[in-house]
């Protein structure tokens, strides 16, 4: 291999994790090459520590045998490196041509000269063959169209390198046929191409090379053509389960506690039937976009646009309504704890009450000594790790924040709990001690509808696994036929080799 | 260091204490001295000057020499003009703490002045032969005035879902619109005497301790609400994030529609000391009170951002605020300029807090 880009012992800490774990490989000159892993393999921040957008704890990273330092995204781009976000990277108010020129805008007697910003913006989407009209309002494109933008605009300021994150995650068929076409007509200009996706087949179909991480580690750098998706699965995985069978299967079970029928929301999801029985651990599984989370949040009431039919505990749940919910005894741990699952600002035991408020108020007073014995017991019980029940939550590690968060839910004693995402940015400890809980909390009969991104996860807790794909049930597995490669499948829909 | 004084530091309004402490004792070291005549009680009870006898023999009226600023009428002076913002700066701050804004306080204040007054001006100097009743229904018109308010600006955040900052500025011109058309722009005065008598009683040398004791009673009451109500903890969660306390079962809309009320009513308060003290009312009372009272709010620690701030920090803010205009007046430093140094303050305050924070996190981060 001619080494372009070279990767040398790359190490990233995040509070709690270590993301990436001396990471080295070589990309050539030239090529579409392609980062792989599960979530929480590293593979974005490998992407963005080269695209600038974080910075590295320790490696080194050579181009054409230079060692550089892209420390930010302004430096990595005079380094001839640009990135491609998933998410919007651009003034969403402003015009394609104004994005497009906007770090150096043309100007004359200091007013923007309209007619040479139209001028360059039409050039620099012509170089990659767009067919996007300069004047029209970033904002309103389709994410594809923006993609191509961002592309024309990585292109137009002499890139060398284009990192790819996820780019096809949010494309139609349509798109994701012009995004590959383009992605080849790069590649034969010389462009050097980080390809990040865990969409196996689209990297078969257009990557020369492929690397593997997997929990921060490099794991395998292969020529595409000397391996097999069955391989890479193999590799991605390829890991021990954290614990031994949970006891929660030896238990029977008892009556259904959450049923859900035909529950469809317009653009996000449809015919989703479910259900979970006291004492049962019942997985989610899916790729990202697959609407895992959107059917958590709709069964919770967060979905006003919801339609179907829910029931607990035999009695109906009206669609879109959250309290209807929390009245039926449902808790959600939702999958971003920090945006979504707890007030940073507060301290543990309000975070820790925080859902269970209603129970410890009198006359609209908090009962403060009932209140510190419930956030006592259920801190105690997830073995929270903080100096106090009066530390801001804000400053725990991942895993004692997340503790917090599934916390807040047993001090409201729900029967029946959804967990998405229970051990996302979660060190190893933390998670084994959270399997644990789940399964403590199944054998004591309580119903748990866990979605994870995490396949050994899944595996390891749950009875049967639902498997989602574009919105839809792609299929249900029972606990006798798990296997990461079968999972995997349905999630990707590939046929079995 | 001795314990019940680390305690004192750590508790989250030393800051501001010590702020207070330090700006009195500048006040007082610079403030100079003030000749005043002395008097004495008369065996019946009225005052009389006092005499000495000078080195000529001749009878002449005796001095005392007083600190400008250290001496009871100033304090109890800056007392009594504390109060009025500190008042609304309580109902002020939990609206912020939630994350919001009230810019319309001080119309409310105009409003629920005008319509107390209006009403109390129907019963007249001597009450229509029933004095109580009609002091009654002035405070009623008054504080009801305020509340409507206060559910106007809630009512319309909720249902309209609009950034709060832009219905209250609508709501402070078109309170105190309303206010205008209703008095034509006129003074209303000449109410029942019993309220004057009861706002303006006071103790000692000139205390007004009415204003005095309806602060103390409202910062308690702010406090208790904030700290040991589960309303209270659900204004900081929403204020922290509103998405996880929607996420945690919080009725996010009604905590918003209360908070609004909430301002609404102590603006009504304030409003109603005003009337007793006053004794009239126009439309154009309170005006530019709504930035002495977030001014007071945002120096009292309460966070623009939401989630931080405590009801006793926005009433030592208000206090903070009122000592430095009153000290311009004592130091003989031209009016004009204490808009500017107000205004300074204010930034300055918020720059020194978010200092204070990069500090905090710093030494987390550390920790870990």
Known sequence: MTAFLQFQAITKRFPGVLALDGVGFTVERGTCHALIGENGAGKSTLGKILAGVQTADGGEIRLDGKVITPDSPLAARELGIAMVHQELAFCPNLSVAENLCLGDLPRRAGFVDRAELRKRAKAMLATIGADIDPDVIIGTLSTGREQLVQIAAAVGTGAKVIVMDEPSSSLSAAETAELFRLVRELKSRGITLIYVSHRLEELFALCDNITVLRDGKHVATERIADTTPQRVVTQMIGRELLFATPNHLAKSLGEERLKVASLASPGKFSGIDLSVRAGEIVGVAGIVGAGRSEVVEAIFGLDAAATGYITVKGAALPCGSRDAALAAGLGLVPEDRKRQGLVLGLNNRENTSLAALPALTSLGWVKRATERELAQRYTSRLRVKAPSLETITAGLSGGNQQKIALAKWLARSCDVLLIDEPTRGVDVGAKAEIYQLLDELACEGKALLVVSSELPELIGLCRRIVVMRNGGIAGEVQRADFSEAALMRLMAGVAAA | ?368
């Open chain 2, 1 to 368: 260091m001795p314990s019940p004084l680390r305690s004192l530091l750590k508790f989250q309004e030393s800051g501001l204490l010590l702020v207070i402490l330090a700006l009195g004792v500048l006040l007082t070291v610079f403030a100079g001295t003030v000749r005043t005549p002395l008097f004495e009680r008369t065996a019946d009870g009225g005052r009389q000057r006092v005499f000495t006898t000078g080195p000529d023999g001749e009878r002449v009226p005796a001095f005392v020499e007083k600190n400008k600023f250290l001496n009871a009428q100033n304090l109890a002076q800056l007392a009594k003009d504390t109060s009025f913002t500190a008042i609304m700066a309580v109902g002020m701050a939990v609206v912020i703490i939630a994350g919001g804004i009230d810019l319309s306080v001080g119309s409310i204040y105009a409003l629920a002045s005008v319509m107390g007054a209006m009403v109390l001006n129907h019963y007249g100097p001597e009450g229509a032969n029933n004095p109580a009743l009609g002091v009654t229904l002035g405070i009623g018109a008054c504080l009801g005035t305020a509340l409507l308010c206060g559910l106007f600006n809630g009512g319309l955040i909720v249902a309209l879902r609009v950034h709060p900052f832009i219905i209250t500025l609508g709501a402070m011109a078109i309170l105190r619109g309303i206010a205008f058309v209703a008095t034509k722009g006129q003074s209303v005065g000449g109410f029942p005497a019993g309220l004057r008598d009861f706002v303006r009683y006071e103790m000692g040398d000139g205390l007004s301790v009415v204003p005095l004791a309806a602060m103390v009673l409202v910062t308690i009451a702010g406090w208790i609400f904030l700290s040991r109500m589960a309303a209270g903890r659900r204004v900081y969660a929403i204020g922290g994030n509103e998405l996880a306390a929607r996420f945690s079962g919080i009725r996010v809309e009604r905590v918003k529609l209360g908070i609004y009320l909430l301002s609404g009513l102590t603006a009504g308060i304030a409003a109603l000391l005003s009337l007793g003290y006053y004794g009239a009312a126009t439309s154009g009372d309170g005006q530019g009170y709504e930035l002495n009272v977030i001014a007071a709010a945002v120096v009292g620690g309460a966070s623009l951002s939401g989630g931080r701030g405590s009801a006793l920090g926005v009433v030592l803010g208000a206090l903070i605020i009122q000592m430095i205009s009153s000290g311009i007046v004592i130091l003989g430093i031209d009016q004009n300029y204490s808009q500017i140094i107000i205004g300074t303050v204010v930034i300055a305050a918020v720059v020194l807090d978010n200092f204070n924070t990069w500090l905090a996190k710093r030494r987390l981060t550390q920790a870990k």
